[in-house]
């Protein structure tokens, strides 16, 4: 982000009463299936990293609002599950916001993303078991028989796992999130690269690896809850594996074809879901085990 179009979008949020005016109505709309929540966590994330505490409530109530007014007029299966992605995805932006506000670093907020997901999809199992059954009820009522079977789709498959993906989904798309409002905070005092190295030096922890080794187990044993917790908790070593796909450009790409290398990495990364997203999630594994980093800027010298 250019440091002069962020102080300028800066000035206006700078009021807390104005940003909760635009935050509100994000919310709302966002609530009638427009496809704006993101600006919203943008914003809610700005204020969290920027301004003071004492502002933050009023930017907070004005995202939440709509959200628990909605809740009392929900009669339609796909609004609900308009609501609950948005409140999952707000109470994220908030949680890891305050954590990377707290702790300024992306290696403590992806380990307490992805573990805190996988807690948080364990005690769904706990409170709901039949959770499983509730997916595939609805995934049923979204798609013709005729076509599914046409299309040789397993219903019944996805449903075992359909809670860790949608958790992937709004986790992702959090943290892409949070590196924008960063990033603009970095531009208001000219700190965009300083935020750039921040991000190219997020890597995997011990204890990730070891709460992953868990729920590796678990899923090989069968336990209900245990592939959607690990699904949730592979998402955010995506982002480490990319981070040394960044650090390879920086140090073996000229500048000038940067930008389109990374388009189509992430391009090829949708494209060829979920097997090459996994090689990215393995190489941040392995990253953790063994310096990649360093061997990356050993082979460049």
């Known amino acids: 982000m250019n440091n002069a179009l962020a102080k300028n979008l800066a000035k206006y949020v700078a009021n807390a009463n104005t940003s909760s005016v635009y935050v509100l109505t994000l919310s709302s709309l966002s609530m009638l299936?427009?496809?704006?929540?993101?600006?919203?966590?943008?914003?809610?994330?700005?204020?969290?990293?920027?301004?003071?505490?004492?502002?933050?409530?009023?930017?907070?109530?004005?995202?939440?609002?709509?959200?628990?007014?909605?809740?009392?007029?929900?009669?339609d299966v796909v609004l609900w599950q308009v609501f609950w992605q948005v409140l999952l995805f707000l109470g994220l932006i908030i949680v890891l916001s305050y954590v990377l506000r707290s702790y300024s670093s992306w290696t403590i907020l992806l380990q307490f993303a992805g573990i805190f997901c996988a807690a948080a999809i364990i005690a769904l199992y706990i409170i709901y078991p039949a959770i499983d059954a509730w997916w595939y009820e609805r995934l049923s009522s979204f798609f013709d028989p005729a076509d599914l079977a046409q299309a040789n789709v397993n219903i019944e498959s996805y449903a075992k796992y359909a809670t860790g993906m949608q958790s992937v989904t709004v986790l992702i798309s959090v943290i892409f999130n949070i590196i924008i409002a960063r990033v603009w905070q970095a531009g208001i005092y000219d700190k965009v690269l300083k935020v750039k190295k921040e991000l190219l030096a997020a890597k995997a922890t011990y204890t990730s690896l070891l709460v992953i080794s868990l729920l590796v187990i678990a899923s090989i044993y069968k336990v209900n809850w245990g592939l959607d917790a690990l699904i949730a908790i592979l998402a955010p070593i995506f982002f480490v594996g990319a981070s040394l796909f960044h650090n390879l450009l920086q140090t073996h790409c000229k500048k000038k074809n940067r930008a389109l290398i990374a388009t189509m990495f992430y391009i090829m990364n949708l494209m060829l879901f979920p097997y090459l997203p996994l090689l990215v999630i393995s190489v941040g594994i392995l990253d953790c085990m063994i310096d990649l980093r360093q061997k990356i800027y050993i082979t460049r010298k």
């Open 33 to 75: 299936g427009v496809p704006v929540m993101w600006l919203a966590g943008v914003i809610v994330s700005f204020y969290i990293l920027e301004k003071e505490s004492s502002s933050h409530s009023l930017i907070i109530f004005a995202a939440i609002l709509p959200i628990f007014l909605t809740f009392f007029f929900l009669e």
